[in-house]
């Protein structure tokens, strides 16, 4: 078995209202940093496992998305999968 190093980002998608986001946009206007005109809020999880294979690893990454880690009604998911 192989060693990988998986990075999972999940964001909301494009068309979902952000609150936290836009609550971040609006404190930093009010510290006086200016020219920012959006801001979107994720989470990223970090794990490391053992695979046969990136793809095999990336596969079961995506099915503890589908599971747990997001929901996919509402979020995108990304997968990032490095051999250590």
């Known amino acids: 078995m192989k060693r990988f190093s998986v990075k999972i980002e999940v964001k909301l ?3 979902v209202l952000d ?3 836009k609550a971040i946009l609006n404190a930093l206007s009010g510290l006086g940093f ?3 005109s959006n ?3 994720g989470k990223v999880v970090e794990l490391n496992m053992e695979g046969k294979s990136a793809e ?3 596969q079961k990454a995506y ?3 589908r599971k ?3 929901n996919p009604v509402i979020e995108d998911s990304s997968v990032e999968v490095k051999e250590k």
């Open 34 to 36: 200016s020219g920012i």
């Open 19 to 21: 609150p936290q986001g």
């Open 63 to 65: 099915e503890m998305c």
């Open 13 to 15: 998608k494009p068309v």
């Open 56 to 58: 095999q690893v990336s």
């Open 68 to 70: 747990l880690l997001s």
């Open 39 to 41: 801001v979107r809020v």
